[in-house]
């Protein structure tokens, strides 16, 4: 049974950073994509950034783009995401998700990800 474990959430100032970790184990062969969610109280989850794991290429929502920094180190089979100049909009449930097949839906799909972590909190105080 695949398993996504996220760590390194946490209250910061504005203008601080974190750097969230996704320890992923269980698998037998390698996923599509990988990625990181959000969801603040009261919105919708939305994607924040994921990675095409045949290739290492990367896709930022508009929101973060320049800011964080979606990662993956295979030898620990682990998913990172640094962020940098955290606002208070960015305080939000934090999720990391695997996409092992797309089952039609591409990457960019929320649906395509079948595997979730419990998530992490991040709080940005102002």
């Known amino acids: 049974q695949v398993q996504l474990v996220e760590s390194g959430g946490g209250s910061v100032q504005a203008g601080g950073s974190l750097r969230l970790s996704c320890a992923v184990s269980g698998y037998t062969y390698s996923s599509y994509c990988m990625g990181w969610f959000r969801q603040a109280p009261g919105k919708e989850r939305e994607g924040v950034a994921r990675i095409y794991t045949n290739d290492g290429s990367t896709y930022y929502a508009d929101s973060v783009k320049g800011r964080f920094t979606i990662s993956q180190d295979n030898a620990k089979s682990t998913l990172y995401l640094h962020m940098n100049s955290l606002s208070p909009e960015d305080s939000a449930m934090y999720y990391c998700?695997?996409?092992?097949?797309?089952?039609?839906?591409?990457?960019?799909?929320?649906?395509?990800?079948?595997?979730w972590g419990q998530g992490t909190q991040v709080t940005v105080s102002s």
């Open positions: 998700a695997a996409a092992f097949g797309l089952y039609g839906y591409s990457c960019s799909d929320e649906r395509a990800y079948t595997y």
